[in-house]
């Protein structure tokens, strides 16, 4: 029991002297962290008061100017009162204690000063020039306190445009940056470098005139192949959202992943609730900001808010191998795409199955193998029937229309996979299948081919999804499959 009691001693003593060491680390380590906070808060109040200061010199330069020119109207108004008040002192102390010779003799200067007086300007051009502090909400978003802002120096109407070709002017805009600066859109239709002139009022903005470089094609590219943020695996659709941020079907990584149109991360958003692991194949996105997506592993159409928050599911009693999704701008009906039920399922935006329409087969309204779905504000359902290669057209009814053979700029028969709609006047389609190249195409609305948007050097391979922006003209946003990227193109 001896032997016992002192392994036990031991043993105690090990773990009192690991309890200590323990205690002086998580002492140590609470003094580092509370340095860093210190740090960290400093920083911060070092930027706050250098940009408290940087607002205050600002103010005061701008009053200064103001002060200095109310100053020198002061000046004039005094001079101007002086001259007045003198004639008109001389010229009453003249008629009253003059004689009529006297009068007589001052006639011709007295008029003429008399005339000069009675014509100056003793309105004064002072306006009422607010020069206002604009606070911030988020000092961290920003690194900024807020903005200083004039009602008469930064109108955004006296802003003009030179130097611009009339083939160039298809959209100009101005946009409030809401952080004193504001952001100058010139959409062209031209290639080329422009020389651009931009005034306000009649001073020209300092660092003019600017060059605008005006493209077509593909114009960026977005992500890479990974699990990270910013990184895909197999994405398959695309969507834009009422920020206008890109929304992706990130499939392979099981998750939706959100970017500005730019490519800057914004956030990831993943549904772990269901059975089998969450793999969206496609997403639309109704009017309102609600997202439905195509959950392929649990056969469901799955509902959500922007911020991940599931809000219903439906689907699952009659989706076999559910492909892509569309949302009617008539009604907000949803209509899937169930490849291996061969047809068009159609749901009420609560989730209620409606009906289907289509079969199996080559013949009008018969599908081969369905992908992508878009619906105009008509009310008419483009439909890519992907191994038949060709659009086909229904009406609000389901009753068959036209179709349309995908047909590339070299006349070749292309397999359709994605496909959006422009003001109800242009069909876009994003085309491929090994060893086929790839393409994206744009035709009118009745079929007749328009162009090729992309070239062989912009490499897609297997492009499925694609969105369109609300730029004039808008941009293509395609998710680029095989490559584990987005890829946006201009026309």
Not at 49 to 59: A, P, S, T, V
Not at 234 to 242: E, G, T, W
């Amino acid at each position: 029991m001896v032997d016992k009691l002192k392994v036990k001693e031991q043993e105690v003593e090990k773990n009192k002297t690991m309890a200590k060491q323990l205690h002086t680390d998580l002492t140590e380590q609470c003094s580092r962290e509370e340095r860093k906070v210190r740090m960290k808060a400093e920083e911060i109040i070092q930027k706050i008061k250098r940009e408290e200061q940087r607002l205050i010199d600002e103010l005061k330069t701008n009053y200064k100017m103001k002060i200095k020119r109310a100053a020198a109207d002061i000046d004039e108004m005094e001079l101007k009162h002086g001259n007045i008040k003198s004639a008109g002192n001389y010229i009453e102390t003249l008629m009253h204690h003059g004689n009529a010779a006297q009068l007589l003799s001052t006639e011709g200067d007295v008029g003429t000063r008399f005339k000069q007086l009675v014509t100056i300007e003793t309105t004064a051009k002072i306006e009422h020039d607010d020069f206002i502090f604009i606070p911030h909400d988020e000092f961290s978003e920003h690194g900024i306190l807020g903005i200083l802002e004039s009602q008469y120096d930064f109108e955004i109407s006296k802003c003009t445009v030179e130097n611009i070709p009339k083939q160039l002017l298809k959209d100009i805009n101005v946009d409030d940056n809401r952080d004193g600066t504001h952001r100058v859109t010139v959409a062209g239709q031209l290639d080329g470098k422009y020389q651009v002139t931009m005034t306000i009022g009649d001073q020209p903005i300092p660092g003019c005139p600017v060059i605008i470089p005006v493209i077509k094609g593909l114009v960026k590219t977005i992500g890479r192949v990974g699990t990270a943020q910013g990184q895909y695996n197999q994405p398959q659709s695309v969507a834009i959202n009422k920020d206008r941020d890109i929304v992706t079907a990130d499939t392979d990584n099981h998750r939706l992943q959100i970017t500005t149109r730019e490519g800057r991360f914004k956030k990831i958003l993943k549904f772990k609730q269901f059975k089998q692991s969450f793999t969206p194949r496609d997403i639309a996105i109704s009017s309102d900001n609600t997202y439905y997506s195509l959950d392929d592993n649990n056969n469901q159409v799955v509902v959500s808010d922007e911020n991940g928050h599931v809000i219903r599911c439906f689907g699952q009693k009659e989706l076999k191998d559910p492909c892509c999704i569309g949302i009617s701008p008539v009604d907000g009906n949803v209509y899937v795409t169930d490849d291996s039920g061969d047809c068009v399922r159609v749901y009420t935006r609560h989730g209620k199955y409606l009906r289907s329409f289509g079969s199996k087969g080559k013949g009008q309204g018969q599908f081969n193998r369905l992908w992508g779905v878009v619906i105009a504000t008509t009310g008419m359902v483009f439909v890519a029937d992907y191994n038949n290669k060709r659009i086909q057209v229904f009406n609000a009814q389901d009753q068959y229309l036209y179709s349309f053979n995908c047909t590339s700029w070299t006349g070749k028969m292309r397999y359709p996979h994605g496909i959006a709609i422009e003001n109800d006047k242009y069909i876009y389609v994003t085309t491929g299948s090994y060893p086929e190249p790839s393409s994206l195409l744009k035709f009118e609305i009745n079929g007749k081919f328009v162009c090729r948007i992309d070239s062989d050097r912009d490499g897609l391979n297997c492009p499925t999804g694609i969105a369109l922006t609300d730029d004039v003209p808008c941009r293509v946003v395609v998710a680029d499959t095989d490559n584990d990227c987005i890829k946006v193109f201009v026309q």
